[in-house]
């Protein structure tokens, strides 16, 4: 690998860089309340922006409108109603009611007339009722989806928090390796010049430099990419969710060991998801039962007073008022078809519900396993890193005594480097894997956090 590749590879690790980590001597200093961005604000923001969240909300206010037009149902109708009609031939002003031939009829070419009428289903078969009670189910169900879309929004905005914190401090331990090369490099420079060490030896440190420089671009461009989705999540420019800017995090020492029965528990009881499967079975169950009431016939009170009139004027009006009972003789199945319809529904919604059960136990089983693996990862890589420094350190000495080899050396950085590069990674993904667990039982939320995930300075 020659020198002028190495230091195209360097260059372009050192303006990814840049772009990742920013630079402060090209723009104006931010106030101070913007100088840092914990987990918590970039919860806080994202709640506020992001469009699924809104969304959501909005939902749930469709279906607490809708409640209460279902509730309106429940109600009188009352109706007025006023008409102003020019016949071609006159017209009788106003209905007879007896024949009297010496106050003969009034005819007009002009009419006018106006009606106040009243109106009250006194029944008709419970379709009112499975009606409200279904738009509540269906509220239940708009409520229970925005508290899910909260908790994916957090979850998501805790992922990408910790992604571009695992990529910073992979970075960083990628830099104290390429630190320690190049204090090596420099060692054997000097040696070679004074003809005590082969060229191999500085081919062998210049690739390993190579080597590290090439997974540190990588690194560099996986931290830019989770810089920019980070900002997009929280609807803020990217300079502000730069890895300088975030505050470091880690599991409260609180942290009990899970139990399964209890997880799937409160699985059963607060998930949003299962709720809304829940609710939608229940909604459909009230769908099937408004179709059911359409075989039962309706019965209604009416009344009303109607003006008749003219264009020359001299009204007149009477009241009336019944009962009014009504039954679809023949409907051509129609009746039969939509109860057979929500039927199906019914047994859909209640298949899903099953599913969601079934979804959420699988879920749970698999964060409880993913947290009991990242927590022995990190036990144990802490403890390789622990040795591995050592190891290096030693080497490192043995060298420079003349008493090592640079191979040894060379591999123990190399070790190093990717212990330290996978505890990063490991404790992040432990909060992450806690993260999901919440997610799935329905336990997410800013208050949950402040209860597990706390702020390292």
Do not use: K
């Not at 508290?147 to 910790?162: F, K």
């Amino acid at each position: 690998m020659t020198s002028s590749y190495r230091g195209r590879l360097f260059r372009a690790g050192v303006l990814l860089s840049w772009m990742s980590l920013g630079t402060a001597s090209t723009t104006t200093a931010e106030p101070q309340r913007d100088s840092t961005l914990t987990l918590h604000e970039a919860v806080r923001l994202g709640l506020e922006y992001h469009p699924t969240v809104r969304a959501a909300r909005a939902s749930e206010a469709d279906a607490a409108a809708q409640v209460g037009q279902a509730l309106a149902q429940r109600l009188p109708q009352f109706l007025g109603q006023a008409s102003l009609i020019h016949f071609e031939e006159p017209m009788i002003v106003a209905p007879f009611h007896r024949l009297d031939l010496s106050t003969p009829p009034r005819f007009e070419e002009t009419l006018v007339q106006g009606q106040l009428s009243l109106g009250y289903t006194l029944f008709d078969g419970g379709a009112r009722g499975a009606t409200i009670n279904g738009a509540r189910a269906r509220q239940e169900v708009t409520a229970a989806r925005r508290e899910s879309a909260e908790m994916t929004l957090i979850a998501d905005v805790a992922g990408a928090y910790l992604q571009v914190l695992s990529a910073h401090g992979m970075l960083a331990a990628q830099d104290q390796s390429l630190d320690a090369l190049h204090a090596e490099r420099e060692r054997v420079r000097r040696l070679f010049a004074e003809g005590q060490a082969a060229r191999v030896e500085l081919l062998r440190v210049d690739a390993a430099i190579a080597q590290a420089e090439a997974e540190r671009i990588a690194t560099a461009a996986e931290l830019d990419t989770g810089e920019r989705r980070l900002a997009r999540l929280l609807g803020v420019e990217p300079e502000r969710t730069r890895a300088s800017r975030l505050t470091g995090v880690r599991l409260i020492d609180t942290v009990v060991a899970v139990d399964r029965t209890a997880l799937i528990g409160r699985f059963e009881s607060t998930s949003p998801d299962l709720e809304a499967a829940r609710q939608l079975s229940q909604a459909a169950n009230w769908g099937r039962r408004a179709a059911i009431a359409a075989w039962f016939p309706r019965l209604e009170v009416v009344g009303g007073y109607i003006l008749f009139g003219s264009a020359a004027g001299d009204f007149t009006g009477e009241w009336q008022g019944g009962v009014r009972l009504s039954y679809p003789v023949f409907t051509g199945g129609a009746r039969a078809r939509a109860v057979a319809a929500a039927s199906a529904r019914l047994s859909v919604a209640r298949e899903r519900y099953r599913l969601a059960e079934l979804g959420g136990r699988e879920a749970i089983d698999r964060a409880v396993s993913a947290i009991r693996q990242h927590r022995a990862q990190v036990e144990a890589i802490a403890t390789a890193v622990d040795h591995l420094v050592e190891v290096a350190r030693i080497e490192q000495l043995a060298l420079e005594a003349g008493a090592g080899t640079q191979t040894d050396f060379l591999t123990a950085d190399a070790e190093l480097r990717r212990a330290r590069a996978g505890l990063v990674q490991a404790r992040h993904a432990e909060i992450a894997a806690w993260v999901q667990l919440a997610t799935t039982t329905g336990e997410l939320s800013s208050s949950w956090l402040d209860h597990m995930v706390e702020t390292v300075r």
